[in-house]
C-alpha cells in the first residue's frame, strides 16, 4: 500500500513538474505532436534501460550473488536485503516492459488517429480535447513508469557496486 502511494505521489509530482517546464503548444495539432515526441522519447529511454541498464545490473547482480560466499554474515545479511530487492526490481521491471511497450504503441497510434481526425473535422474540438486528456494521462503514467525505474535501477547499481567494492578490498 505505501508502495502504490509513493508511486502515485511520485506520478502526481513528475506530470506537474513536466507541464510546469514545458512551454505549452498553441494549437491542438501542436499539442498532440509535443504529447507524441514524449511518448517517443519515454520508448527510447525503455528500450535503453533494457539494452544496457537492466543488462548490467542483471550481471552484476550475479555476481554480487556468487561474492556472497566470501562475506561474513554479518555483511550477507547486510547484502541479502539488497540484492533481493534488486531481484524484484528486475523481475518487475522484465513483466511490465512488454505491457509498458504496448501502451506506447497504442498511445502513438491513438494519438496519429486523433490528429488525423482533428485536422480533418471529423471530431468537435471538445470531443478531441477529451480524447487528448485521456492519451495525456496514459503517457504521463508511462512516463513516471519510465523514471521509476531509471531510478531504481541507478539505485541499485550504486549498492551492487559498492558491494563489489567491499568484497574487492578482502
Do not use: W
Amino acid at each position: 500500500m505505501m508502495r502504490k502511494t509513493t508511486l502515485s505521489i511520485i506520478t502526481v509530482f513528475a506530470c506537474a513538474l513536466f507541464i510546469a517546464c514545458t512551454s505549452q503548444p498553441k494549437t491542438t495539432a501542436e499539442k498532440i505532436d509535443t504529447l507524441k515526441q514524449q511518448v517517443l522519447t519515454d520508448r527510447q529511454s525503455l528500450q535503453g534501460l533494457e539494452d544496457k541498464d537492466f543488462a548490467q545490473l542483471q550481471n552484476d547482480f550475479v555476481l554480487c550473488d556468487s561474492l556472497l560466499q566470501h562475506l561474513s554474515q554479518k555483511q550477507v545479511e547486510a547484502s541479502f536485503e539488497q540484492l533481493n530487492l534488486t531481484q524484484a526490481y528486475l523481475l518487475q521491471f522484465k513483466e511490465v516492459k512488454p505491457v509498458m511497450n504496448k501502451k506506447m504503441e497504442y498511445v502513438v497510434q491513438q494519438l496519429d488517429n486523433l490528429k488525423s481526425d482533428a485536422e480533418s473535422h471529423y471530431l468537435s474540438d471538445s470531443l478531441v480535447l477529451i480524447y487528448l486528456e485521456t492519451e495525456t494521462k496514459v503517457a504521463d503514467t508511462l512516463h513516471a513508469q519510465v523514471e521509476y525505474f531509471q531510478e531504481r535501477f541507478k539505485s541499485c547499481q550504486k549498492s551492487l557496486d559498492n558491494l563489489k567494492k567491499s568484497n574487492l578490498k578482502r
